[in-house]
C-alpha cells in the first residue's frame, strides 16, 4: 500500500528565517496532497493541498511543491513566526476501490525562536 | 472547528472494560473518519464510512468495532480495552465528492483515552 515519508522529525529556525519539510510517497496514483498542522493540544486543520495537476501552489507565507516523477513535495514557509510553531503533517491520497484515503507521514515538530 | 465534536474529551479506563467514544457533526457531511494518533507515528485510519449502511475498515481496526448510527453520529468502540491502544482518538469527516475526488477532512477536537 501508499507509505508516506517525512523529513525532518524536528526542525528549529529563528524568527524570519525559512523552512522545508519535506514529504516523499511510494504510490505513484496518488494525486491529492494536503499539509495540515497541529498546534498542542488542538486538532490537525488543513494549511494548504496541493493536486497532482499543478507543480506549485502559495497561500500568502505558505507555499507547496510536487514533483510527480520523483514522487516528493515539500512545504515551504516563509518569514516563520512564532505562531507557526507546531506539529505539521504531510498526507497523500492513495486509491483503493474508488476511495481516495489518505496515508499521513509522521509529522514534523517546528519551533520557530523569537 | 465546532462542527465536528467528540464526547468525552478524556477517558481513563481499565484493561478488560468496554468503551464507546463518540462523534457528531453539523457540516452535512457523508464521510466520517477515526483515526488513531500515536507519538511518532502521523495519524493512522481506523475504520471509515460513507453513509449510514457503509463501515470500512482502515489500516488498524483489529481491536475496534464502529456503529454509524446517523449521517451525523459515528461512534468508536473498544470492545475490551488494553494498554497499548493509549492514545490520542480524532474524528473527521468530508463531503465526498462525486468521482473519487479527494476531498478535505475537518477533525474533531480529540479524545484522550489512557488505559491502565
Known amino acids: 500500500g501508499e507509505n508516506v515519508e517525512q523529513h525532518p522529525s524536528t526542525l528549529s529556525v529563528q524568527e524570519g528565517d525559512s523552512a522545508v519539510i519535506k514529504c516523499t510517497y511510494s504510490?505513484?496514483?496518488?494525486?491529492?496532497f494536503p499539509w495540515y498542522k497541529q498546534e498542542l493540544g488542538k486538532r490537525p486543520q488543513l494549511i494548504i493541498d496541493i493536486r497532482s495537476n499543478v507543480g506549485e501552489k502559495k497561500d500568502q507565507r505558505i507555499a507547496v511543491t510536487l514533483n510527480k516523477t520523483a514522487k516528493h513535495f515539500s512545504l515551504h514557509i516563509t518569514e516563520t513566526q512564532p505562531e507557526d510553531s507546531a506539529v505539521y503533517f504531510c498526507a497523500a491520497s492513495m486509491t483503493n476501490t474508488g476511495f481516495q484515503k489518505l496515508v499521513f507521514g509522521t509529522g514534523t515538530r517546528l519551533l520557530v525562536s523569537p | 472547528d465546532a462542527d465536528v465534536t467528540q464526547t468525552p474529551r478524556n477517558r481513563i479506563t481499565k484493561t478488560g472494560k468496554r468503551i464507546m467514544l463518540e462523534c457528531s457533526q453539523t457540516?452535512?457531511?457523508?464521510?466520517m473518519y477515526w483515526y488513531r494518533q500515536d507519538p511518532g507515528l502521523g495519524l493512522q485510519l481506523i475504520y471509515y464510512s460513507f453513509d449510514v449502511k457503509d463501515i470500512n475498515k482502515g489500516e488498524i481496526s483489529d481491536g475496534y468495532s464502529v456503529s454509524r448510527q446517523a449521517q451525523a453520529k459515528f461512534s468508536l468502540s473498544l470492545e475490551s480495552a488494553i494498554p497499548n491502544q493509549t492514545a490520542l482518538y480524532f474524528c473527521a469527516t468530508s463531503e465526498g465528492l462525486a468521482g473519487g475526488r479527494q476531498e478535505t477532512q475537518y477533525f474533531g477536537p480529540g479524545t484522550r483515552l489512557l488505559v491502565l
Open positions: 504510490d505513484s496514483a496518488s494525486n491529492y
Open positions: 457540516k452535512g457531511h457523508d464521510r
